[in-house]
């Protein structure tokens, strides 16, 4: 084999594994951010059992509760890099990269409202639902706009 015909081979296996490299990335980051709104889906379902008295409101779990959304938006929102807008069954709206600063924005707004419900929750369980309606508020505001509904 000539020098030139493995180097070019060798050239087309590298890009083969940059670019499965890549997938391996973007499936990743979507897994990962699949996780942590599970988790805050999960978090949010507690507040709204103790709101709705589905549950008895407990000041400590309503504040875990609260802090799990509050704390998981900074990693979050590193999730989004380029090369992640398809696959892995995201319904992640392209507005998000379109418009990452306002989805960014809306994202730090609702972390800093679950804080407050975190902080509500010691009040009990009126001045945390007071709070919590904030974070549902945030919440919907951002799935509104970016988030691709299923059918």
Same mark, same amino acid.
């Given at each position: 084999?000539?020098?030139?015909?493995?180097? $070019?081979?060798?050239?087309?296996?590298?890009?083969?594994?940059?670019?499965?490299?890549?997938?391996?990335?973007?499936?990743?980051?979507?897994?990962?951010?699949?996780?942590?709104?599970?988790?805050?889906?999960?978090?949010?379902? $507690?507040?709204?059992?103790?709101?709705?008295?589905?549950?008895?409101?407990?000041?400590?779990?309503?504040?875990?509760?609260?802090?799990?959304?509050?704390?998981?938006?900074?990693?979050?929102?590193?999730?989004?890099?380029?090369? $992640?807008?398809?696959?892995?069954?995201?319904?992640?709206?392209?507005?998000?990269?379109?418009?990452?600063?306002?989805?960014?924005?809306?994202?730090?707004?609702?972390?800093?409202?679950?804080?407050?419900?975190?902080?509500?929750?010691?009040?009990?369980?009126?001045?945390?639902?007071?709070?919590?309606?904030?974070? $549902?508020?945030?919440?919907?505001?951002?799935?509104?706009?970016?988030?691709?509904?299923?059918?």
């Amino acid at each position: 084999m000539s020098k030139s015909k493995f180097l $070019t081979g060798l050239s087309i296996v590298a890009g083969v594994a940059v670019i499965a490299s890549g997938a391996a990335v973007a499936q990743d980051a979507i897994a990962k951010r699949k996780a942590l709104m599970k988790a805050v889906g999960g978090a949010t379902k $507690t507040g709204s059992q103790m709101v709705k008295g589905e549950i008895p409101f407990d000041a400590a779990k309503a504040a875990e509760s609260m802090n799990t959304i509050a704390k998981g938006w900074a990693e979050f929102a590193t999730l989004y890099p380029k090369g $992640t807008e398809t696959g892995g069954e995201t319904t992640a709206s392209p507005k998000i990269w379109e418009t990452f600063a306002d989805f960014d924005a809306q994202g730090k707004k609702m972390a800093a409202d679950a804080a407050k419900a975190a902080t509500a929750a010691a009040g009990g369980a009126d001045a945390f639902k007071a709070a919590f309606g904030d974070v $549902t508020k945030s919440c919907k505001s951002c799935h509104d706009v970016y988030r691709v509904k299923k059918n």
